[in-house]
């Protein structure tokens, strides 16, 4: 079981998404789509909250999420298309989504890497198989150079043809534009499957799932990570959440429907592991406290120490901001 996660690499992790486009501001049209149930494709849902898109220059849209009445799935209804959603994202998303001015400035291309977070990856993912990776939403490549250091033979793929070709050329790494499934890449031909914060991205998360199962050889497995709309971070703030990132979240998971969605594609699922992010809880009250004084406890979390204590109790408590789940192909 993967008993550690380093947040700050599940932050920049995140998925790079879409040929990306201009922001709507520049006038573009946005084609729009309402759709049913990602996961049980019920059309009974209701309202669940509403907020605004907070990326700067994405000229501050709202966005609905509603909550399947049948299984308790919340997702972002209606929502830009496959078509249009890449006008949602800046250029620079996976390093807008940083938790730090630090990391935003030092590619982690260029950084070492310690051993002790080599040992811990090693812990972390399951050392399984002929050591086949396949990374779904790869972005800058990160994570696969890491692996490939480590001995692993790695893929990766994201819906990003710059991200991509960057990975290609950069990194030399294997590295596909698209999504699953993708005709260049072949049945039981991975022994593990990463999603890290890229499923919530996605507009048809259980076809992805469905076709990960097919791409893992028997007894492969799939780590996910996402955030967790059942969070305390999520209660405290709202619309403000961080982990809400409207409208390029499209899928808001809790522990219940991302298990559900992983046992529907055929795999066994394991505990869903609570993953602190303390940047998160920073950055969420820096959006609550737009334009306003904030309350004594607002600005007690918005330090380091204190967003750091807060995580700890919300993982303490089972109610983390990121969670993440191991799930295995039966053999
Ligand atoms: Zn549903």
């Known amino acids: 079981m993967p008993h550690v996660v380093d947040q700050r690499d599940l932050a920049l992790m995140s998925f790079f998404p879409c040929q990306l486009a201009s922001p709507p501001s520049a006038g573009l049209a946005i084609k729009w789509e309402e759709c049913a149930c990602p996961l049980c494709k019920s059309r009974r849902s209701s309202i669940f909250i509403e907020a605004q898109d907070n990326l700067q220059g994405n000229a501050g849209r709202w966005f609905s999420v509603v909550r399947c009445q049948d299984c308790g799935l919340c997702y972002t209804n209606p929502r830009p298309t ?3 959603i890449g006008q949602f994202y800046p250029r620079d998303y996976w390093a807008v989504r940083a938790p730090s001015p630090t990391e935003r400035t030092q590619p982690r291309f260029h950084r070492p890497t310690h051993w002790w977070r080599r040992q811990r990856e090693r812990q972390a993912l399951p050392w399984h198989g002929q050591r086949r990776l396949l990374d779904f939403g790869c972005g800058g490549g ?7 250091r480590q001995g692993w033979h790695v893929t990766g793929i994201d819906s990003s043809l710059d991200a991509a070709r960057r990975v290609r050329t950069e990194l030399g790494l294997r590295a596909l534009a698209g999504s699953l499934p993708h005709a260049n890449l072949d049945p039981e031909s991975f022994d593990v499957i990463t999603m890290w914060q890229s499923l919530e991205h996605v507009h048809d998360p259980r076809e992805v799932v469905q076709q990960a199962f097919f791409l893992l050889a ?7 990570s996402a955030p967790n709309i059942e969070s305390l971070g999520f209660q405290w703030f709202g619309r403000n959440w961080y982990g809400l990132d409207l409208p390029r979240h499209l899928t808001h998971f809790s522990p219940r429907t991302l298990t559900w969605m992983l046992e529907r594609a055929g795999f066994h699922v394991g505990k869903v592991r609570m993953v602190r992010q303390t940047g998160w809880l920073r950055s969420s009250v820096a959006l609550a406290a737009h334009g306003s004084s904030p309350a004594w406890w607002y600005r007690g979390l918005r330090t380091k120490y ?3 204590a807060a995580s700890w109790y919300t993982r303490l408590i089972g109610r983390s901001d990121g969670m993440i789940v191991l799930a295995e192909r039966p053999a």
């Open 82 to 84: 496959r078509g249009s």
């Open 142 to 148: 990160v994570f696969l150079q890491r692996m490939h």
């Open 218 to 224: 028997p007894g492969g497995k799939l780590l996910v």
């Open 306 to 308: 204190g967003a750091r």
